[in-house]
């Protein structure tokens, strides 16, 4: 989603200050910025890594030879359970960073753009 937002931001640079546009889009300022996002996104999404954990259940099924079966399930951690947790990181976090800003940032810029090429 932030790197649809960084396009959109060169694309809003070049057609809005296109005089300003070699100075600032360029290869190194790009590598840079998607640094950026990308540790963002990392560090947005880090906690999601430990809401849930694979358990091992061995299942022995009874026939002419017995059979030892592995099966995982997939259950939610105690922090995944915490109600602190859900309503902050969950609801709201998620809520302003994946959809609040970015809508509000494309909705912005695009109108910009728009505007700009109408003229």
Known sequence: M?????VTVERYIVVCWPLYAKCWCTNRRARFYTGIVFLFSILITFPKWFEIQATQHNLYKKNLTSVKTICY??????LRDNLIYKYYYVNWTYFIFMYAIPFIVLVTLNGSIYKRVSK
């Open 73 to 78: 399930n997939i259950e939610f951690t105690p």
């Open 2 to 6: 932030y790197f649809t937002v960084a």
